[in-house]
């Protein structure tokens, strides 16, 4: 038996998915021993109380998924024994654009240590434009907005033309609206805190139902505490600055689109994805700047890890690419995959 699964390694969360549905989720942090360095627990059991004040949290992604390779064999291999899969696991794992092969093979040897027999890399725009329902032969813009990166890849006719990875994010937002309280307020308040005004009140487009919540933060100046009220227009304008970054970064990409296939690529879009898409107004936002349609993944934070776990399952049960950047062979494996069904009826 073949347990098929796709593995997500993103700033904020891991993910591994199987073909279905979401199997395993958690943060991609880790607490580990402040003296001896030594790895006390993983993801959502990394408790601070569980370390009886010995602990630190690290988050090992931070400066990149090789940056700590030992914290990161950790994650990987914590999500792996996660599905307790009773046999042969197959994984396709999304690893950022800019990975070279010797980067790549060394995040292979990290999931065969942890059990994987086989295994392939893909692209994570790619991915993530599998996972929101298109198919790998489609001609289409992918912008996939993480935690702390935006991966972008232009496909024509399922070939990969152009792809980039930019250094902006969901977090990147959430860091505007914890400058903007410090600003008008002299108040300090966690990064959550600021992520959940923004997902509560943030808009970069008219429409949003204005509402309010009370949050909690310190002031900086005597540290006591002190509680606020906040509504949506609070935050009008707030993200002006990273919207522009972000809108830079596309715009960087497209305009070198090659012209003859400007108009099959237009035609389908931008498909846009990840948890720092689902900034309310942000599709729209983009189609008025860039005056073609942009179309909002079904569910953004999962598109790369569904979209992982729909390409495990048309890839050949028998072929050459193990441990091996499948991206460009995908278009292929889907319509072999499609004409096998055909001619079985199915």
Known sequence: MITKIGLDLGYANITVSNVTAEVYREPSVVLVDKNTRHVISVGNRADMTDAGGDGILVRPFKNGLLYSSDLTREIIKNAINSIGAPDKVRCTVALPSDFIPKQENEVFKMLADAGVEEMYSVNPAVAALIGSG???AISAVSVNVGAAFTEIAVL??????LKSRDEIGGEDFDRA???YIHDEGDMTVSLLIARTIK???GAVWQGRESESIDIEGTLSLTGSKIKMSMCTEDVVGVFEKPLQKLLSAVANVVKTIPIEYVPEIFENGIILSGGGAELYGL??????????SVTLAPSP???VSKGLARINAFIPAKNRYNQKNITSQLAKFYESKKQAKVKKGE
């Open 134 to 136: 298109y198919s790998p």
């Open 156 to 161: 024509h006719n399922g070939s990969v033309i």
């Open 177 to 179: 609206v914890k400058q």
């Open 199 to 201: 997902e509560r009140l």
């Open 283 to 292: 599709d729209k936002m983009m189609a008025k700047v860039f005056g073609i």
């Open 301 to 303: 934070i999962d598109s």
